[in-house]
Each structure stands twice: as structure tokens, then as C-alpha cells.
């Protein structure tokens, strides 16, 4: 009797960049994960503000598997195996939950970075300054995560350039002033071609110990 045997397909990282960056473009809707000691992206005790349908933000009940993931070399939103020594803490250090909503894709950068629109209360918009560490979630073409570092940017300009009206569902109209657009700077990114994870390293970011 013959023993089956499987070969995985070792790819380079050029090929593995490569992949992520299709993965990306072929996405329109993302959730984004946000780490922090409190609330993440949405204002204490609101009930779902920013979602479309207004259902609730949080994405992760406690003891769930994607809570806290974490950024390499261990901190909290790394794209660790499950069981790491970073999961569930903030990117500086601080154990804390992770919040997240959808947002939409609405742009890519030949450097895949991700310009994402959603509307974002002063408070969410002041959380992420402080802590501008994401980890982007990918399903549709793929499965796939990254990692990287948040700018909010409320640049008509570039809301001018970028709007379409779908984004009708994220904000009230191009003239809602809590509007804004979430550019996504990678750090680190994984996918999955079955059971088998390929990762890339954008970037090496020193988290300051």
C-alpha cells in the first residue's frame, strides 16, 4: 500500500508580498482590530456606533480566539501563532481587550498601503493617535492579516477623490465631519493557502523595548 505523502510549496518572499498586495486589492470591506486597556474604536457604552446595521463593535468575546493578537517580537497586535507570549496585550506592553469594526477599502498603495474610509467620533479618532498599532483583518478572496500603523486623515481633498457613494453606509455624506479616512502603513502580514500560513515582514518597528 502506497503512503501519501503532502509537499508544501515553499514560496519567496518577493512571491509571498506579492500575494498579500492581490489579497488586498481584491478586498472592498475589512474589519480593523484595535488593542487597548479600555474601549478600542468606539465610545464607552455605545451600542454599536459607526456599524452598518448599528450592531455592536466588539469582535472578540472574552477567551476568543482572536482577542489580543499580537505584533512581532511579542507585542499585542502581532500576527503571532495562537498561544503566543504577546497575545493579549496593548502594543505598549499593557494587557488590554481588542474592539474593531468594519471599514471600507477604498484604496491601495503600490507599497500596500490600505486607505480605509469609516466615520470616527472624537474619541475613537483621539484613542487611535494615542495608539496607532491595528491589525487588519481580510475575507473574500483569501484569508489574510496585517499588521501596521494607523494615520487618521480628514483631508477633504482626499475624501473628495476618493468618495463614492457606497460610502453612504459608513457616514452620513461626504459633508459628515466625522468622516474620515484610516491609512494603514503595514508592518507585517500573513494569509493562508489551506492549513499552511505564509507571512511577510513589511518593516521593522522598534516598539521601544
Known sequence: MGIA??????????????????????????????????SALDEPGSAGRGTPGGGGDSLDEPGSAGRGSSTPGGGCDSLDE??????????GGECGSSD????ALVKTGDDTTMYL???LEAGPA????????????????GYALLTG???????????????VDTWRQWARGK??????????????????EGSE??????????DGG
Open 5 to 38: 505523502t503532502a509537499t508544501l510549496e515553499m514560496r519567496t518572499p518577493e512571491e509571498t508580498r506579492e500575494r498579500l498586495h492581490e489579497l488586498v486589492k481584491a478586498t472592498r470591506t475589512v474589519i480593523v482590530l484595535h488593542a487597548t486597556a479600555g
Open 82 to 91: 495562537p498561544g503566543s507570549a504577546g497575545r493579549g496585550s496593548t502594543p
Open 100 to 103: 474593531g469594526r468594519p471599514m
Open 117 to 119: 474610509a469609516t466615520s
Open 126 to 141: 483621539e484613542e487611535l493617535a494615542r495608539n496607532p498599532r491595528v491589525t487588519v483583518v481580510l475575507q473574500g478572496a
Open 149 to 163: 500603523e494607523a494615520t487618521l486623515s480628514r483631508d477633504r481633498a482626499l475624501i473628495d477623490q476618493l468618495w
Open 175 to 192: 459633508a459628515d465631519p466625522t468622516l474620515a479616512i484610516v491609512i494603514v502603513s503595514p508592518i507585517e502580514g500573513s494569509y493562508w
Open 197 to 206: 500560513r505564509q507571512s511577510y515582514v513589511y518593516r521593522i518597528v522598534d
